[in-house]
């Protein structure tokens, strides 16, 4: 059974800190790229970060270059995102992907952890 279960979520302060994982369980880790992605309230689903599954080449988006780091570890099938200088803006839901990087259309969700960021 595929799992992906994200946690490290909470409320944070601006200017604060939060480290995300997301554990992966029924397939083989190794073989899927990961992504970050957040949905605010209102607004459709953007991509945060994303990490290759070799290499482990990254790619961010713009509005959190130089604040978010996605790493992985392949030997613990964990994905993590670490989030520092966080702004009210970084406010939403942050879910976990699983994309098979040699078969298109293999895709795995997690259910999300809530990042509310807030004085």
């Known amino acids: 059974q595929v799992q992906l279960v994200e946690s490290g979520g909470g409320l944070v302060q601006p200017g604060g800190s939060l480290r995300l994982s997301c554990a992966a369980s029924?397939?083989?880790?190794?073989?899927?790229?990961m992504s970050w992605y957040r949905q605010a309230p209102g607004k459709e689903r953007e991509l945060v970060a994303s990490?290759?599954?070799?290499?482990?080449?990254?790619n961010y988006a713009d509005s959190v270059k130089g604040r978010f780091t996605i790493s992985r570890d392949n030997g613990k099938n964990t994905v993590y995102l670490q989030m520092n200088s966080l702004k009210p803006e970084d406010t939403a839901v942050y879910y976990c992907?699983?994309?098979?990087?040699?078969?298109?259309?293999?895709?795995?969700w997690g259910q999300g952890t809530q990042v509310t960021v807030s004085s």
């Open positions: 992907k699983a994309e098979h990087t040699q078969v298109v259309g293999v895709i795995y």
């Open positions: 990490i290759r599954s070799a290499r482990g080449s990254t």
């Open positions: 029924g397939f083989t880790f190794s073989w899927y790229a």
